[in-house]
């Protein structure tokens, strides 16, 4: 069964500092996009970054541009996404998925494969 695995999710002080992982099983990611997502209680899912399938293009939601950086390591079959100077803000569930086509789009709604999400807590 294909499937995402994230990690990396913790409680972490405001302006603290997480990488999360997401890997993949019994696929391999080299020919896909990857986004990270995140969804709050009572809040709408947001798409917080994409990557593209050669790594060459990123994309980023304004609220996360030049805290957050998105990356991917073929190699390794696994997308990051750095986070720095974290805000309370900041916290939800951190879903990563993957769409066979060469970028995703940050709506969500055209991606292939979903992870279960890692929890990330923002607070003091």
């Known amino acids: 069964q294909l499937q995402l695995v994230e990690s990396g999710g913790d409680l972490v002080q405001p302006g603290g500092s997480l990488r999360l992982s997401c890997g993949a099983s019994?696929?391999?990611?080299?020919?896909?996009?990857v986004g990270w997502f995140r969804q709050s209680p009572g809040k709408e899912r947001e798409g917080v970054s994409c990557i593209s399938s050669s790594g060459g293009s990123t994309n980023y939601a304004d609220s996360v541009k030049g805290r957050f950086t998105i990356s991917r390591d073929n190699a390794k079959n696994t997308v990051y996404l750095q986070m720095n100077s974290l805000k309370p803000e900041d916290t939800a569930n951190y879903y990563c998925?993957?769409?066979?086509?060469?970028?995703?789009?940050?709506?969500?709604?055209?991606?292939?494969?979903w992870g279960k999400g890692t929890l990330v807590t923002v607070s003091s």
């Open positions: 019994s696929f391999t990611l080299d020919y896909y996009a």
């Open positions: 998925a993957a769409t066979f086509q060469s970028m995703c789009d940050m709506s969500g709604y055209d991606m292939d494969f």
